[in-house]
């Protein structure tokens, strides 16, 4: 799961400081596994770095805590295209497809095209799979089969989510 | 095993017969429908016993004939009675002629009082004939006034014809009339009852064969739903319902039809009751208040048919285990067998061949032989065809593809198929054998009575006294007669009549005018004063044996008073003369005279026979010489001759017989329908995808065509075969010759496939709808 | 447009409605010869009618069926009945076997429909059993056979009559995994080689993982996952 990304969604919203940041991150997605201050700072300085965000301002007091950030033009292109790529469909990614969904719904985007991609690449690699298995031999066939039953599960989740997208959306703009 | 448990199983089942919606109705009416046709049946059938009873006791009790050995003396307690019987159009009218001879003279069985001369009392029946619009001409012959109706005690049939009429000086025709004295009224011994055999054999056929169907439909329509019913009762057993509780609650199912049919069959019952008091069969009719069963019979029937549908159900359900998971029928039946299925026809036909022939001769058929005899054979029609058609299916060559999914299907279920048709079948052969019968017998009751029509169709005896000639007159002037033979007939013996013995030999005497001679024999030439002596035949052959000049024969004396004889001397050169057909069916002997030919003595022994020719295109022509011949002489009643005696009471019978046959397989062609939509229902899903992958809606509706038009083809065949062999053997039972009624074997079979025709026709728009692809989208 | 050039079978615009439901809402399909499109989607979607639609079962309301360069949706009931015997070949979910005949008889009925006599027709099946392993089945009634034996047996009648489109509905729905996948195989693979194109309506990822194209059906609309990326 990409952190950076994943902040940078939470600035389109508007600039923060890096203490709400942190705040509106554990509270979306970090239910089991809250972000640590420094994880927040290291983050956010090599976003700087890239230029993707800048600072908005200082408050008095100094110290990286007082800094407010804001995402730029740069950022804003980051973050679509981030969301556009589809993950390579493996195990256990549900959590970073969550966030993806969630933080398009949260900046307005259009989730569905989201889980759709997904989808899409998931199929890919299904197909893939079953014409390895085809012509492959009987410890490939299980192997392939392994891996086609875990991203058959995605799938089923992303079709459940695409059919639920409507209640998800309401949840989280609340 | 408690009572409660039992009712509270039976009673669910009772619930579930009717919760099937639109369907479960429909199956529990049609079933109720059936039972209750059923049972109307046999509550008529207990109850026939005692209305044919009943019928006898009031005839025994209105008998007007003295039975001691001589007739009562004139008493304040003696009536005289005369009959005055007469006959309206086809119809008999049982007519007296009453004179009370003091106030203590017996009243007829019905009359409240005796009617003043001039005056009658009618029955029900012959006041409303009389009151009819085309009955002048019979208000003409019976000129009294009605004063009131006879009672039913003096009755034995609503539609019986009756009057009696009070008249005077009755008396002077108890000689040579029937005019009777009587002090009482009735048999004092009243003899057992005597059904004609082939009444009561017609009877039990009858009432066979309407029950026989409408058993077999019952046992069908017990297993109407079958599928839908075993799904249920497998979802019974899953939660948890054991084996018995669901045959108690599938036998709970079936009872409910039955009860309903019950409510149904005392309702038709008591409809059927008030019809059968306005129909007249065979001359017969009866009062609704006959038709009464005995209480016990009537409760039997209301146990039996309950019970037998319970039974039928239960044993349905033997081959089936009723397993929570649905049902399993217990492996594919083994091949049927045909030997035992041929035993109950022959059982059948074993019972009814030892009463070949006893009909009109010897008497009584034994009622459980002829029952048992028809029931097995009738029956062997529903073991036979399963049989039947499993055979012929297994045979069939392949041909379209309609024809091949209509045989496959028939070969995987031959047993539903020829459930299906059984019932029809059993009607069909039954009616068939019913209508042969009825034919037959029909034939035997209206055959030719050799009348030679072109001559005479009726004959009247002129009363003594009344002027021959000036009769004749009298009936030449009726309207419809068109020719007048008058002929005075006596009998010749060559010894007098009044001697210990009789005489030996005897022979007929004619006395007529040459015209009226010449009707009688061939005569070369013929003139006032001439005799002749006729060849005759086998039966009066004597005439030429007599005819010995000189000879003295003795005139037979009319009456009883008068002894004296009177003698007549052959002479001689009497011309032998060729006897010919004539007026009568028999060729005459004996001699014939011209009037003045016979002497004088002898003109008040011979008696005046009138014998007319009636021109039949007029509307009521006997009516007319009915008529006359009562202004004539009252008390004489007429003989009709005709070439067959139109006899409607048959073709009434036969019409009502097919009209019930039609209406029996018309149920159970509705059954048909209910039990093939329930089969296209249920291949709803197949009909559609085979829609889909393109076949014409015209293959599936031909194959549904053949699939029920080849077991009905087959029943018919099975029908036709048993019920011509079992009409044939009632036939010869009855000792009538065997003919084939070809036109209601075919009308009857034609019924019968009229009625796959019908269902056929009406269960396409289902089919129709069902093959719309809307089928494939309801999963 | 949205028909690609040289598709054997493309509609646009589909509208269909049951009664007030609106089954199918402005759908799009196409297909070339010999590929095998899978038709997905939550149930209710519309797909099944979709492919109703596209086989000449029903006809849209509105919209445009080509095949083959003709117009289906104008054809009469005959002459697509006649299209659907002979050029078009089915599979349902379960409940399509007749009952009462033979697997080989069942084999051989489209060509039966079709007028082919009866030897030729059970030759020509048989041979068709055979690929689909299941010729050992010949003389046994549906009942008689497992459900992934009796599939099988419809697959082959589908095919019997070599026909340039298979539509699929649900073929492995009543199956397990093993039975279904097998089936699944068998399809495409008689399908590839007989370059018939198969439309696979499913609701499985792993069934439609044999084809080679996914198209999802959301509330009456259809969408090619193709052009997602």
């Known amino acids: 799961m990409s952190i950076g990304h994943t902040l940078l969604g939470l600035l389109e919203s508007g600039p923060r400081h890096g203490y709400d940041l942190k705040r509106a991150f554990d509270e979306k997605f970090g239910h089991d596994r809250p972000l640590h201050y420094g994880q927040v700072y290291s983050t956010m300085s090599r976003l700087l770095k890239h230029g993707l965000v800048e600072v908005d301002g200082i408050e008095a007091g100094g110290g990286p805590e007082r800094k407010r950030y804001a995402i730029t033009d ?72 392994h891996a086609l039953f875990h991203l058959e599960a995605d799938l089923r989740w992303l079709e459940l989510a695409a059919a639920r997208l409507d209640k998800l959306k309401a949840a989280v703009i609340a | 095993m408690s009572l409660r448990q039992w009712s509270r199983d039976l009673g669910l089942g009772v619930r579930f017969a009717f919760a099937g919606g639109r369907e479960g109705w429909i199956r529990a009416v049609l079933t109720a429908v059936g039972v209750g046709l059923g049972v109307a049946v046999l509550l008529l059938t207990t109850a026939v016993p005692s209305a ?54 017996p009243l007829p069985p019905g009359l409240s009082r005796f009617p003043a001369e001039g005056d009658m009392v009618v029955s029900p029946a012959l006041k409303e004939l009389l009151a009819a619009d085309g009955s002048a001409l019979l208000r003409e012959r019976l000129p009294y006034r009605v004063v009131g109706t006879i009672g039913e005690s003096g009755l034995v049939g609503s539609q019986e014809l ?106 038709f019952f008591l409809v ?115 049989w039947l058609v499993e055979t012929v299916v297994g045979r069939l060559g392949s041909g379209g593809v309609a024809w091949q999914l209509a045989v496959r299907r028939l070969q995987l279920s031959s047993g539903t198929a020829a459930r299906m048709v059984n019932g029809i079948a059993v009607a069909v052969a039954g009616a068939i054998a019913l209508q042969m019968l009825f034919a037959g017998v029909d034939g035997a009751y209206t055959e030719a009575t050799g009348q030679d029509l072109t001559r005479a169709q009726m004959q009247v005896r002129v009363p003594d006294g009344a002027p021959l000639a000036a009769t004749a007159q009298k009936f030449a002037d009726t309207k419809a007669v068109s020719k007048v033979t008058a002929l005075w007939e006596g009998y010749l013996g060559d010894s007098s009549w ?27 030439s013929c003139k006032d004063g001439d005799m002749f002596v006729l060849d005759g035949d086998e039966y009066s052959a004597d005439g030429p044996q007599m005819n010995k000049p000189g000879k003295k024969l003795y005139i037979e004396p009319s009456g009883s008073g008068e002894s004296q004889d009177v003698l007549w001397t052959v002479p001689a050169g009497i011309t032998e003369a060729h006897s010919v057909k004539g007026l009568t069916d028999f060729k005459r002997g004996g001699f014939l005279m011209t009037p003045s030919a016979l002497p004088a003595a002898a003109e008040k022994l011979v008696t005046g026979q009138i014998y007319l020719s009636i021109d039949e295109s007029v509307p009521d022509a006997y009516e007319y010489a009915r008529n006359t011949a009562f202004h004539v002489a009252p008390l004489a009643d007429p003989m009709m001759w005709s070439s067959t005696r139109q ?54 509706g031909l194959s549904v065509l053949w699939q029920t038009a080849i077991p009905i083809g087959l029943g018919l065949l099975l029908a036709m075969g048993v019920g011509i062999t079992l009409g044939a053997i009632l036939l010869k039972m009855t000792d009538t010759p065997v003919g084939v009624d070809w036109a209601s074997v075919l009308s009857m079979t034609g019924c019968g496939a009229a009625v796959v025709l019908l269902v056929t026709v009406l269960s396409l728009p289902p089919l129709l709808k069902l093959l719309r692809p809307d089928g494939l989208r309801t999963e | 447009m949205n028909a690609p050039g040289g598709s054997l079978l493309a509609a646009e615009n589909l509208h269909k409605a049951y009664g007030p439901t609106m089954a199918l809402a402005g759908a799009e399909f196409s297909i070339h010869p010999g590929e095998v499109v899978a038709v997905m989607g939550p149930s209710g979607s519309g797909k ?33 009945s006649e299209l659907r015997r002979s050029e078009f070949g089915f599979v349902f979910q379960f409940g399509q076997l007749v009952p009462e005949l033979t697997c080989v008889e069942n084999v051989a009925l489209p060509l039966r429909l079709n007028g082919t006599p009866r030897k030729q027709a059970e030759r020509t099946a048989l041979s068709w059993m055979e690929r689909l392993e299941v010729d ?67 609701h499985e990822a792993r069934v439609a993982a044999y084809s080679d194209r996914e198209i999802v059906v959301r509330d009456g609309k259809s969408r090619d996952m193709e052009r997602v990326i």
């Open chain 3, 48 to 80: 099944s009618t979709l492919l109703h639609c596209l086989a000449g079962i029903v006809t849209p309301d509105s919209g445009s069926i080509m095949y083959d360069g003709r117009e289906l949706a104008t054809m009469s009931d005959a002459r697509r």
């Open chain 2, 52 to 105: 044919m009873g009943v019928r006898h006791d009031r005839e025994q009790a209105r008998l007007d004939w003295p039975f001691g050995s001589e007739q009562p003396a004139k008493g304040d307690d003696t009536l005289v009675i005369a009959q005055a019987d007469t006959t309206f159009r086809d119809k008999d009218v049982r007519g007296r002629l009453v004179e009370p001879e003091g106030s203590r003279a």
């Open chain 3, 136 to 202: 050992d089945l010949g003389k046994k009634r549906p009942g008689e056979v497992s459900g992934g034996q009796g599939q099988r047996v419809a697959v082959a009648r589908s095919l019997v009559t070599s026909p340039r489109v298979v539509f699929a509905d649900e073929p492995t729905g009543a199956l397990d995994s093993l039975n279904g996948e097998r089936v699944m195989e068998l399809l495409t693979e008689a399908a590839r080689s007989a370059s018939t194109a198969v439309v696979l309506v499913t």
């Open chain 1, 74 to 145: 740069a950022g804003i292109t980051d973050v679509e295209q981030w969301l556009a790529t589809p993950e390579k469909p493996e195990p256990y990614l549900q959590s970073t497809l969550y966030t993806k969904v969630v933080l398009a719904l949260l900046t307005h985007r259009d989730a569905a095209d989201i889980l759709d991609t997904q989808r899409a690449e998931h199929l890919r690699s299904m197909r893939i799979l079953t014409d390895r298995k085809r012509s492959g031999d009987f410890a490939d066939q299980l192997i392939c089969d």
């Open chain 2, 647 to 700: 006899d409607t009471k048959f073709t009434t019978i036969r019409s009502g017989l097919l009209v019930g046959s039609a209406c029996v397989l018309l149920l159970i062609g509705a059954s048909l329908l209910v039990s093939q939509l329930e089969q296209l229902r249920e291949r709803r899903k197949l009909l559609s995808s085979l829609v889909a992958f393109g076949t014409r809606r015209r293959t599936l």
């Open chain 2, 162 to 267: 009756a009057y009696y009429s009070g008249s005077t000086d009755l008396a002077s025709h108890m000689e040579g009339y029937g005019a009777t004295r009587l002090n009482e009224f009735g048999n004092p011994n009243p003899s057992k009852e005597d059904t004609d055999p082939v009444l009561l054999l017609l009877i039990l056929v009858v009432i066979v064969v309407l029950l026989m169907p409408v058993a077999v439909f019952i046992a069908a329509a017990v297993r109407f739903g079958g599928e839908r019913r075993d799904r249920r009762l497998a979802a019974l057993r899953l939660i948890g319902s054991d084996g018995r509780m669901t045959r108690r609650i599938a036998a709970g199912e079936a009872m409910a039809g039955a009860l309903l049919g019950l409510v149904l069959g005392t309702v």
């Open chain 2, 272 to 386: 059927g009751r008030q019809v059968a008091g306005s129909v007249e069969v065979m001359g017969i009719s009866v009062w609704p208040s006959y038709l009464d069963p005995s209480p016990a019979l009537a409760a039997l029937v209301a146990l039996a048919v309950p019970a037998a549908a319970v039974l039928v159900t239960l044993f349905a359900l033997r081959g089936v285990v009723i397993e929570p998971l649905g049902v399993v029928r217990t492996a594919k039946p083994a091949r049927r067998r045909l030997w035992w299925r041929l035993l109950l026809p022959l059982g059948g036909f074993a019972m009814l061949y030892p009463m070949i022939g006893q009909g009109q001769t010897n008497g009584d058929f034994n009622q459980y032989l002829v029952s048992g005899g028809v029931i097995l054979i009738l029956v062997g029609i529903t073991a036979l065809l399963p």
């Open chain 2, 498 to 524: 009044n001697s210990e013995n009789g005489p030996n030999l005897s022979t007929e005497l004619t006395v007529g005018a040459c015209p009226a001679l010449r009707e009688v024999a061939k005569l070369p």
